[in-house]
């Protein structure tokens, strides 16, 4: 099952400007929106893979091996302190959610802060504010909570992307791409607050194990704007968002899930081991289907910024699209460095290519995320 959307009005490239052409066939609406910011931030403390092995007294090889072999070198997490016999008390739900929302504000805030100083302007500039969360419930949702404690405009408008995973950054992307589209010169942020250590469970079952020595706490906030000035004055020299594409996998819907665990009387995720091999096998698919209508091959795309879903996930897509690791180097290095951060990750990895000043005009690029569903999203930007 597959959807797909392009920018509204999209133009094929006989009406194209010349202006917008760089050798590789290009399309662009007037109001394509454009990425002219991006921000992000971790929470808590930098541990090591042997530094959680060591703080949770786990001894069992095989569940060692799996820390130890995740391709992961330092995470930011909050976990409970030790008692005083040294023991590290798993926290109940209720203290959770609590950790949740005081997790997310931080580094949410910490995030939008950062991606409106890269995009030239100020939180009074904001006009819609999407937050993106699972790793927790609030009602009234995350962006109520951020308008109150930053004093963003009352009139801002706000949209709250909830459950949907790790592949929700890309859903939201595309959701508040429409609103940037038919709001042109107005700012609009989509903000991914991960709370990962408020989502642990802490036992001995290879279960938790896997999940355990994934996941980070991290935030990612990306910020649009449509219209003739393509953003405020000293805006990164971001992509326009041309079109999505998505792909469900219906048969691997319970492969990836976050639900109540009646063992352990509260909410876990679970992740199937076959995870990684579903998604490969449904990458170019769903490539295919976003690229359908363009003009474009797959080796007309300069960059690629995928989810760091973990190493046999990175593997799987580099093998079946026919990538390089160099192609996926931001994703193995935010993996490396924060490990999977949920909904954010792409936004991480999309900042370090900022970082590396090497896009040129017209080059394109393709961001991809994949989560609960199971769901791949994919979205086509052009510089």
């Given at each position: 099952m597959t959807t797909d959307t392009a920018a509204p009005g999209l133009l094929t490239e006989e009406h194209v400007p010349a202006a917008?052409?760089?050798?590789?066939?290009?399309?662009?609406?007037p109001y394509a929106p454009r990425i002219v910011g991006v921000g992000t931030a971790a929470a808590g403390t930098v541990y090591s893979q042997p530094d959680v092995l060591d703080a949770f007294g786990i001894t069992d090889p095989k569940i060692r091996s799996v820390f130890l072999n995740s391709a992961i070198d330092t995470r930011h997490l909050t976990v409970p302190d030790p008692g005083e016999d040294g023991v590290r008390v798993p926290e109940p739900q209720g203290d959770l959610l609590d950790k949740h929302k005081r997790l997310t504000i931080e580094m949410g805030t910490e995030a939008l802060r950062a991606c409106l100083k890269r995009a030239g302007a100020e939180l009074s500039d904001l006009r819609h504010l999407c937050c993106v969360t699972t790793t927790g419930f609030l009602t009234p949702g995350l962006s109520a909570r951020l308008i109150r404690e930053l004093g963003i405009d009352r009139h801002c408008s706000r949209s709250d992307i909830v459950g949907m995973g790790c592949n929700a950054g890309l859903n939201a992307l595309n959701v508040v791409s429409g609103w940037s589209a038919a709001h042109p010169g107005e700012l609009a942020v989509v903000l991914c607050a991960e709370a990962c250590s408020a989502a642990y469970a802490f036992d001995s079952t290879m279960r938790t194990a896997v999940v355990n020595s994934l996941f980070g706490d991290g935030a990612g906030a990306?910020?649009?704007?449509?219209?003739?000035?393509?953003?405020?004055?000293?805006?990164?020299?971001?992509?326009?968002?041309?079109?999505?594409?998505?792909?469900?996998?219906?048969?691997?819907?319970?492969?990836?899930?976050?639900?109540w665990d009646r063992d352990l009387d509260r909410f876990s995720f679970f992740l199937d081991p076959q995870v990684p091999y579903v998604v490969g096998a449904h990458a170019e698919i769903v490539i295919d289907r976003l690229l359908t209508g363009t003009g474009l091959r797959r080796s007309d795309i300069k960059h690629w910024l995928v989810h760091s879903g973990g190493k046999k996930v990175i593997d799987s897509v580099i093998v079946n699209l026919g990538l390089t690791r160099h192609d996926l180097r931001h994703t193995v290095g935010v993996l490396r460095d924060y490990g999977n951060v949920s909904s954010g990750s792409f936004l991480f990895s999309y900042e370090r290519l900022l970082d590396e000043h090497v896009t040129r005009p017209g080059?394109?690029?393709?961001?991809?995320?994949?989560?609960?569903?199971?769901?791949?999203?994919?979205?086509?930007?052009?510089?």
């Open positions: 917008h052409h760089a050798g590789a066939p290009g399309f662009l609406t990306v910020a649009l704007m449509s219209g003739p000035d393509d953003g405020p004055p000293g805006a990164v020299e971001g992509p326009h968002v041309l079109k999505f594409a998505s792909c469900i996998i219906p048969e691997a819907l319970d492969a990836m899930r976050y639900d080059e394109y690029g393709v961001l991809m995320t994949m989560g609960p569903g199971s769901t791949i999203e994919t979205a086509l930007v052009q510089w």
